[in-house]
Nanobody
Framework: QEQLVESGGGLVQPGGSLRLSCAASGSIFRINVMGWYRQAPGKQRELVAFITVGGSTTYADSVKGRFTISRDNTKNTVYLQMNSLKPEDTAVYYC???????WGQGTQVTVSA
């Protein structure tokens, strides 16, 4: 059964950092581009970063230079290091393959003073 489990979210002050993790089942992870998405209240879900099996990365302009996506192919895990966080980064963060399959529960990130 395909499964995605996100973790690492929390409450952080503006300018702070968080590291998100996503454990994926092997069937999702091995052959797929993996991405981090986010959905803020009242907004559509958006793709913020993705990484190929070979490690090439792409970022949305809104997070470029602040977020870093990485993956450990031996652990079927993808990470999102988030630095210099802003209040507008507040959202539920999800990982998924591209194209996306079934969604996990996500992890809440709140950036507030």
């Amino acid at each position: 059964q395909e499964q995605l489990v996100e973790s690492g979210g929390g409450l952080v002050q503006p300018g702070g950092s968080l590291r998100l993790s996503c454990a994926a089942s092997g069937s999702i992870f091995r052959i797929n581009v993996m991405g981090w998405y986010r959905q803020a209240p009242g907004k559509q879900r958006e793709l913020v970063a993705f990484i190929t099996v070979g490690g090439s990365t792409t970022y949305a302009d809104s997070v470029k230079g602040r977020f870093t996506i990485s993956r450990d192919n031996t652990k079927n895990t993808v990470y999102l290091q988030m630095n210099s966080l802003k209040p507008e980064d507040t959202a539920v963060y999800y990982c998924n393959s591209i194209p996306s399959g079934p969604w996990g529960q996500g992890t809440q990130v709140t950036v507030s003073a």
